[in-house]
């Protein structure tokens, strides 16, 4: 049973850092989401079990995801945070192919984790 349960989420001020986490049970390929209010949900950061990421644009030099095998958790570290990054961040998983988009091709989704960054 895939089970993702995300955490870290929180307020900060622009130019400021989070570090997200998601306990997590899943497949090979396994990313972080989000989903702005009024907009539709995006790709942020994506990675497989052979350690290939890919990113989205918009947070490239700002964003690293990892994860700790031992400890089945993703994490997603947010630096130079800005107000545009104001979003739900979820968590997915879903068999290859690993890429941040379609988004519906992931099937497994966590309950999400609120980020917002004020200027």
């Known amino acids: 049973q895939v089970q993702l349960v995300e955490s870290g989420g929180g307020s900060v001020q622009a130019g400021g850092s989070l570090r997200l986490s998601c306990a997590a049970s899943g497949y090979y390929c396994m990313g972080w989401f989000r989903q702005a209010p009024g907009k539709e949900r995006e790709g942020v950061a994506i990675m497989d079990l052979g350690g290939s990421t890919s990113y989205a644009d918009s947070v490239k030099g700002r964003f690293t995801i990892s994860q700790d095998s031992a400890k089945n958790t993703l994490y997603l570290q947010m630096n130079s945070l800005k107000p545009e990054d104001t979003a739900m961040y979820y968590c997915?998983?879903?068999?290859?192919?690993?890429?941040?988009?379609?988004?519906?091709?992931?099937?497994?989704w966590g309950q999400g984790t609120q980020v917002t960054v004020s200027s």
């Open positions: 997915a998983t879903d068999r290859p192919p690993c890429t941040i988009v379609p988004i519906l091709q992931y099937n497994y």
